[in-house]
């Protein structure tokens, strides 16, 4: 009898087009949930924060403190953002390469803030066009922000 050794991403790069019998074998070795979609396995900050690898928000207290939440808020996102993108990055000098986001409405209240969906833009100079706080597909995008509508509020 022969064994074979592999690591987990070869193991993510075989199960996609596996037979059933050897995405068994997988799922049984290195545990189902490792062959989830990405916005199946992040459901709060904190899966994001361990997607990611990043540190908890910082205090920023090096920073005027009216200021700090903003720091703060955006700092999830940049992480949301990370985690979704699987550590993914644009090149931001590529204007060929569509970003996604997801964007909301908002009537006046605060209660009524929503997703109203994903879109891409292109790389003018858009402000909404940043690479660190887009999406790598319309999914991630729609996913991250029904999950995270607060955050990106």
Same mark, same amino acid.
């Given at each position: 009898?022969?064994?074979?050794?592999?690591?987990?991403?070869?193991?993510?790069?075989?199960?996609?087009?596996?037979?059933?019998?050897?995405?068994?074998?997988?799922?049984?070795?290195?545990?189902?949930?490792?062959?989830?979609?990405?916005?199946?396995?992040?459901?709060?900050?904190?899966? @994001?924060?361990?997607? +990611? !690898?990043?540190?908890? *928000?910082?205090?920023?207290?090096?920073?005027?403190?009216?200021? %700090?939440?903003? #720091?703060?808020?955006?700092?999830?996102?940049?992480?949301?953002?990370?985690?979704?993108?699987?550590?993914?990055?644009?090149?931001?000098?590529?204007?060929?390469?569509?970003?996604?986001?997801?964007?909301?409405?908002?009537?006046?209240?605060?209660? @009524?803030?929503?997703? +109203? !969906?994903?879109?891409? *833009?292109?790389?003018?100079?858009?402000?909404?066009?940043?690479? %660190?706080?887009? #999406?790598?597909?319309?999914?991630?995008?729609?996913?991250?922000?029904?999950?995270?509508?607060?955050?990106?509020?």
């Amino acid at each position: 009898m022969k064994t074979a050794k592999i690591n987990e991403e070869t193991a993510k790069q075989l199960y996609p087009n596996a037979s059933p019998e050897l995405k068994s074998i997988l799922e049984d070795t290195f545990g189902k949930s490792m062959f989830l979609p990405i916005e199946e396995k992040i459901n709060s900050f904190e899966d @994001a924060l361990k997607a +990611s !690898g990043r540190p908890d *928000v910082p205090e920023f207290d090096c920073v005027p403190e009216d200021l %700090r939440p903003f #720091f703060k808020a955006t700092y999830k996102c940049v992480v949301i953002a990370e985690a979704f993108n699987q550590g993914k990055r644009f090149d931001i000098y590529n204007q060929k390469q569509e970003r996604y986001f997801p964007f909301f409405e908002n009537n006046g209240s605060a209660s @009524a803030f929503g997703l +109203s !969906g994903a879109d891409s *833009v292109d790389t003018d100079s858009d402000a909404g066009s940043g690479s %660190r706080l887009s #999406f790598l597909d319309w999914e991630l995008a729609r996913a991250a922000g029904t999950k995270f509508k607060n955050e990106f509020r």
